[in-house]
């Protein structure tokens, strides 16, 4: 089944999350929380799925902040949500537009703030990192910016952008909006006017303009009718390989769960754009993933390989530079 409404438990003010491992508030499902995740030897604040055996981050915020170590989330008595620590150290996590009243974490996937009205003043759906839930919408001339690693979610070297002249399109972060720079595209920039990237609960992804005249499907899941007694969540991210993909999760009735990628841009990684840095080049394992490669006479910049440039290597130059100068 595909899930439907949202429900909500409401989040009093005043409430908080201590800095510890899988401190969360949970929807009422218990498949969505909004917490603490681990994150280095520290924590992070996210919106995670939790599949297994590894959760699903699908929101970060401050994402590029160094590691928490300490401390707690709360939703003050004056309406505000934000991470705060002895000696007077603190992080505003949401930008409302007003004081809350109380909050929740949705089936959706959704956190949200609410005022005394029940109406939404803040919600981790208008501030997308590196992926779209059911229900959440990228506009025109905002970005999805991937994450550096499926562990370190900051912020990676990827980006998806939903431009004004109607196109959607991958670049690496490092070049600008042009069409020499792009590695995929929709190719829909003849529009002419704005166009946003939807994902409804049928797993469908498309592009459509605000006064209904113009509607694209962009991908569509398989199984969303084909899994009996299976809770079905869809998600598109932008992976740090730099790949747009689009994802399905399902939920057994015996709590295990299942992942598949139901579509994916581009199957072919040798066309991404900046695979391995500066001064490197890649061949591809048997697995077809990239292993990134310094040339003769050079190392790599930072050793875990994250973001593999390379550099000449320094003990080799001092002795190139000693034999010129005996």
């Not at 438990?9 to 969505?32: V, Y």
């Not at 991470?83 to 929740?104: D, F, H, L, Y």
């Not at 839930?133 to 970005?143: D, N, R, V, Y």
């Not at 590695?183 to 409804?200: A, P, Q, V």
Request: proline letters at 5%; aromatic letters at 10%; hydrophobic letters at 35%.
């Amino acid at each position: 089944m595909v899930i439907g409404q949202p429900k909500q438990t409401n989040i009093a003010l005043g409430s908080s999350l201590p800095a510890s491992i899988d401190a969360s508030w949970l929807s009422p499902s218990g498949r969505f929380a909004f917490g603490f995740y681990p994150k280095d030897q520290g924590f992070a604040v996210g919106v995670w799925l939790a599949t297994t055996p590894e959760r699903t981050v699908v929101w970060t915020a401050n994402r590029d902040d160094p590691p928490i170590m300490d401390g707690s989330i709360r939703l003050t008595f004056a309406g505000g949500l934000l991470w705060n620590a002895p000696g007077g150290r603190e992080k505003v996590i949401s930008q409302a537009t007003e004081p809350a009243a109380m909050a929740a974490m949705l089936d959706t996937g959704n956190f949200v703030l609410y005022n005394s009205q029940q109406g939404i003043v803040w919600s981790t759906f208008i501030s997308p990192t590196d992926t779209l839930l059911p229900g959440q919408s990228l506009l025109a001339e905002t970005q999805l910016f991937s994450s550096i690693s499926e562990t370190d979610r900051s912020t990676g070297r990827y980006r998806l952008i939903n431009q004004k002249d109607g196109n959607l399109v991958l670049y690496h972060v490092d070049t600008s909006d042009t069409g020499d720079n792009s590695y995929w595209s929709t190719g829909t920039y003849r529009i002419g006017f704005l166009l946003t990237l939807n994902l409804d609960s049928n797993g469908t992804m498309y592009l459509a303009s605000d006064n209904g005249n113009f509607t694209e499907n962009l991908a569509q899941a398989k199984n969303s009718s084909s899994r009996s007694g299976v809770d079905i969540y869809y998600r598109v991210t932008v992976d740090p390989d730099g790949i747009l993909r689009l994802y399905s999760h399902g939920f057994g009735r015996n709590g295990s769960s299942t992942t598949v990628v139901e579509w994916a841009a581009l199957h072919n990684r040798c066309l991404v754009r900046g695979v391995c840095g500066i001064n490197s080049y890649f061949s591809l394992e048997s697995n077809g993933e990239p292993n990134c490669l310094c040339p003769p006479g050079f190392e790599f910049v930072n050793a875990s390989r994250i973001l593999p440039a390379c550099m000449r290597n320094s003990s080799l130059g001092d002795c190139l530079e000693n034999s010129r100068h005996p």
